[in-house]
């Protein structure tokens, strides 16, 4: 079973940074294109950024291009999303994804992501 725990979420002021963990355990971790989505209050769920399962190709939203980057570690299972100059509009909660097939492209819908994580609270306050 595919678990994912993501971490790192909290309360900061506009314009600070945050830096988002999530922790990937029960396959091979460094076969899988892995996600960050985001779910504001009342909103749809959202694509943020994704990144291949080498970690050579990126995929980030226009919305926090310039803003926020993701990074892997597959020799820790780690998959991170480091956002700065964070707006109110950033306030979501933030989920890490899995892939659903190996060696994917890097999707940006939701469907094509099979494990996620239980979500991080972020909220960016003016």
């Known amino acids: 079973q595919v678990q994912l725990v993501a971490s790192g979420g909290g309360l900061v002021q506009a314009g600070g940074s945050l830096r988002l963990s999530c922790a990937a355990s029960g396959r091979t971790f460094s076969n899988y294109a892995m996600g960050w989505f985001r779910q504001p209050p009342g909103k749809e769920r959202e694509f943020v950024a994704g990144?291949?399962?080498?970690?050579?190709?990126?995929n980030i939203a226009d919305s926090v291009k310039g803003r926020f980057t993701i990074s892997r570690d597959n020799a820790k299972n780690m998959v991170y999303l480091q956002m700065s100059s964070l707006k109110p509009g950033d306030t979501a909660v933030y989920y890490c994804?899995?892939?659903?097939?190996?060696?994917?492209?890097?999707?940006?819908?939701?469907?094509?992501?099979?494990?996620w994580g239980q979500g991080t609270q972020v909220t960016v306050s003016s």
């Open positions: 990144i291949s399962w080498s970690g050579s190709r990126t």
């Open positions: 994804a899995a892939d659903r097939v190996p060696y994917g492209v890097v999707a940006t819908t939701s469907d094509a992501y099979d494990y």
